[in-house]
């Protein structure tokens, strides 16, 4: 399967998303339980 973003682009959302793994489990576990997850910083 080829990827939709160029590859600078998908490397950089994938560096952020290593970055970033333990809000986003976080916000995971939020979202199961029907919660409203928390912000997270955008690249900046």
Do not use: C, F, G, Y
């Amino acid at each position: 399967m080829k990827s939709a973003l160029p590859k600078r682009q998908l490397k950089l959302v994938l560096a952020w998303a290593e970055l970033h793994k333990d809000e986003l489990m976080q916000n995971w576990e939020l979202v199961k339980e029907s919660k409203t997850p928390l912000e997270i910083r955008p690249l900046s």
